[in-house]
């Protein structure tokens, strides 16, 4: 069981890693220091956002339309980071 309790926080420790990349890439892209035309830029960037966007989608639903300002990896950030709380908490079970 202890196994489990490892693949689940490395499967947390890699979405939260794809998100923290696709924020910093987006701010890159949004003061053009990143270029969409570049193509392995590009291709980075629309593989993340099919990763991703299953997680952000139904949230992006539920948020208020704030402009500009997307608050979708915000929220799934933190729901990671309760999930990895509640593993960590309750550890005991998976020994």
Do not use: C, K
Not at 71 to 91: E, K
């Amino acid at each position: 069981m202890t196994s489990l309790f490892q693949i689940l926080m490395l499967l947390l420790d890699i979405v939260w890693f794809f998100i923290i990349a696709h924020l910093i890439m987006s701010w890159l892209i949004t003061f053009q220091v990143l270029n969409l035309h570049q193509p392995i830029v590009a291709q980075i960037w629309y593989g993340l956002n099919r990763i991703l966007e299953p997680l952000y989608g139904p949230i992006r639903r539920f948020l208020p339309d704030m402009g500009g300002l997307d608050l979708a990896p915000l929220v799934v950030l933190v729901g990671v980071y309760v999930i990895r709380i509640v593993l960590v908490n309750n550890a005991a079970v998976f020994l």
